[in-house]
């Protein structure tokens, strides 16, 4: 079941990671790690949810027993890098009125 929800979260953190490049558009401005609590959950409650969906992944993966030859820490980098990028989207939104 923890196997399971773990390749679920990491794929839903790649899918993000795909997805949401292209939303932000080009040299997003760096942003925080993690958008505070609600913000954008109006307009944009799938880029939010994924978010939190991202941060439980990148929790689960920090609960790890074991490193799994780099890999394990790799992930999180790349979710910590999903979440600047759900966040720029955001705020490109919120910029754009959209």
Request: proline fraction near 8%; charged fraction near 20%.
């Amino acid at each position: 079941m923890k196997t399971k929800l773990i390749t679920w979260t990491m794929a839903a953190a790649l899918a993000v990671l795909i997805a949401v490049p292209t939303l932000a558009g080009p040299n997003p401005k760096p942003a925080p790690a993690a958008a505070p609590a609600g913000q954008g959950a109006g307009k944009h409650p799938n880029v939010v949810e994924a978010m939190q969906a991202l941060e439980t992944a990148k929790k689960h993966l920090k609960a790890a027993p074991r490193e799994f030859g780099g890999h394990r820490v790799e992930a999180i980098r790349h979710i910590d890098a999903a979440i600047v990028e759900c966040r720029a989207a955001l705020d490109y939104a919120k910029d754009h009125n959209d």
